[in-house]
């Protein structure tokens, strides 16, 4: 995985003026390779590898959208959660007013503590 270092440029956070290794992304991998790549493993057709996706994906993120927990295995668990302003008095909270966003928030399987998903992983300094 590339890095490069990056100066933290957010004046409110403690970290402010510090380095900070940030991963570089090169590319992105479209449906459309990740299709022909699982049909090829799989010796399943292109159309049928696209309708499960698409279908998982609608499934998912009903399931999401509904507050529900969604575990794959052999992936791991995403789940949504609330960005929101904090308030002094729980009477005075208003969710159109204090409610920033909501984030996915991914876990990777974990087996006694270890993530497969991150094993293998080495750094290599942008050049």
Do not use: C
Not at 23 to 48: C, F, N, P, W
Request: net charge positive; glycine share 6%.
């Amino acid at each position: 995985m590339k890095y490069k270092i990056k100066k933290e440029s957010k004046p409110n956070l403690a970290t402010f003026g510090k380095y900070k290794a940030v991963a570089v992304h090169d590319k992105t991998i479209e449906s459309k390779q990740l299709v022909k790549e699982v049909a090829r493993r799989m010796y399943i057709h292109e159309g049928t590898i696209n309708g499960v996706i698409m279908t998982l994906a609608e499934v998912v993120n009903s399931h999401l959208r509904d507050g529900d927990r969604v575990r794959l295995p052999d992936w791991g668990m995403m789940k949504l959660e609330i960005e929101s302003a904090k308030v002094d008095d729980p009477k005075t909270f208003r969710a159109k007013k204090h409610i920033r966003g909501v984030r996915i928030h991914f876990l990777p399987k974990s087996d006694e503590g270890t993530q497969e998903l991150y094993e293998g992983i080495t750094f290599e300094k942008e050049k």
